[in-house]
């Protein structure tokens, strides 16, 4: 799909064009059901956003630059194209405070949700972190929501605040979290 948009803006489509119809055509496959397939290996993670990177210097070309001279980080803001790493984590986030409020109607998913009861320790985490024996196990989706929970917990309230406070306080905090 890439290379059918690349070959498409040969015959004059614009750079707002072009990210629409990578946003739509080919992004949107990369991140198709990522909440469950989300990769773990810095192999994988970067093959993905190889990706994402070689649009970016593309539409660096037809803003001036030398292709292998791109700023990347540059023109992936401009472009308003957040790493594909941080969008992943994002929508984990979205994905756990639906199923706490109640928009994802899954028993079975929220039962497997482990609330941590609060006790004599000073800890302010709301999931509790289940001890994982393998490495496949420790990233897979619950253990990966519970840890991704409690680093945001402390800004926001999964029970209140809305999907679109999440995402601005996701933005604040930068997309290293």
Known sequence: ????????????LSV???KIAYTALVRSVLEYG???WCPYQLGHIQRLQSIQDRFVRIIGTKLGYNYSEVPLELVADQL????LYARRR???LVFLQKILTGD???SELLHLINLRVPGRTRS?????????STNYEFHSVIPRLHRLGNLICHHHDFFCNSVSSLKRIFLLLGYTM
Do not use: K, N, Y
């Open 1 to 12: 799909m890439l290379g059918f948009i690349i070959r498409t803006s040969r015959s004059g």
């Open 16 to 18: 707002e064009a072009m």
């Open 34 to 36: 990522c909440v469950v």
């Open 80 to 83: 308003g194209l957040a790493p």
């Open 90 to 92: 994002l929508h984990d």
């Open 104 to 106: 994802v109607d899954c």
């Open 124 to 132: 302010l985490d709301i999931f509790c972190v289940q001890h994982c």
